[in-house]
Nanobody, 125 residues
Framework: VQLQASGGGSVQAGGSLRLSCAAS????????VAWFRQAPGKEREFVAA????????AYADSVKGRFTFSRDNAKNNVYLQMNSLRPEDTAVYYC???????????????????WGQGTKVTVSS
């Protein structure tokens, strides 16, 4: 599976961006998909994910109510709508997918086998 993330950019605080992640080589349909991010000088952290057999995304507390995860299995794409962006959301955002993710590992980076190249988001104050 190859993943291509896009949609990053520079916005002012309070603005919005929509990230996309397109999969090729295999259908997303039976794969769990997640977004992680890595801010400068920090470790990569979980942002949002949805298990392959669920339509209820999980979110990090820091983004709840502001970010919305969605997937379009027909187009083999997933999206992360990011609203009310804050300077602390500045990071490189990665999409990841895996077929062996279970509920208890949904937020764990090690559960995901395939990663996109990342798309950079910069939020200025």
């Amino acid at each position: 599976v190859q993943l291509q993330a896009s949609g990053g950019g520079s916005v002012q605080a309070g603005g919005s961006l929509r990230l996309s992640c397109a999969a090729s080589g295999r259908s997303f349909r039976r794969y769990s998909v997640a977004w992680f991010r890595q801010a400068p000088g920090k470790e990569r952290e979980f942002v949002a994910a949805v298990k392959w057999d669920s339509d209820r995304p999980a979110y990090a507390d820091s983004v709840k109510g502001r970010f919305t995860f969605s997937r379009d299995n027909a187009k083999n794409n997933v999206y992360l709508q990011m609203n009310s962006l804050r300077p602390e959301d500045t990071a490189v955002y990665y999409c990841a997918t895996g077929s062996r993710v279970i509920s208890s590992t949904l937020t764990s980076q090690s559960a995901y086998d395939y990663w996109g190249q990342g798309t950079k988001v910069t939020v200025s104050s």
